[in-house]
Nanobody, 123 residues
Framework: QVQLLESGGGLVQAGGSLRLSCAAS?????MAWFRQAPRKEREFVAGVDWSGDMTYYADSVKGRFTVSRDVAANTLYLEMVSLKPEDTAVYYC???????????????????WGQGTQVTVTS
């Protein structure tokens, strides 16, 4: 079992920055951030492989968001800069409980999910 606890969400003006954290208890392999805006499907934002060496981003956040993980601390991060109103969503941390090479963008590939943290960007 892996438990995930996100923190760091909040209210920020457009152009501002936030840093999300996801503390994992238990062994987590590939990890990722997803987000879900009102009346929309949950979508992949950014992911990192089991080692922390490989990352992948959705086109909508590339160049503005940075995903990283501290393997020793078992924590995933998402640094978000130049935030836009369209980034407003609940952000979820996800983890895979079994080893796999690379990074997955599909929700079904992840076994564990956090409770989510709200990010609101005002114009």
């Amino acid at each position: 079992q892996v438990q995930l606890l996100e923190s760091g969400g909040g209210l920020v003006q457009a152009g501002g920055s936030l840093r999300l954290s996801c503390a994992a208890s238990g062994r987590a392999y590939a990890m990722a951030w997803f987000r879900q805006a009102p009346r929309k499907e949950r979508e992949f934002v950014a992911g990192v492989d089991w080692s922390g060496d490989m990352t992948y981003y959705a086109d909508s956040v590339k160049g503005r968001f940075t995903v990283s993980r501290d393997v020793a601390a078992n924590t995933l991060y998402l640094e978000m800069v130049s935030l836009k109103p369209e980034d407003t969503a609940v952000y979820y941390c996800a983890a895979r409980g079994a080893f796999i090479m690379g990074i997955m963008t599909e929700r079904r590939k992840y076994d564990y999910w956090g409770q989510g943290t709200q990010v609101t960007v005002t114009s």
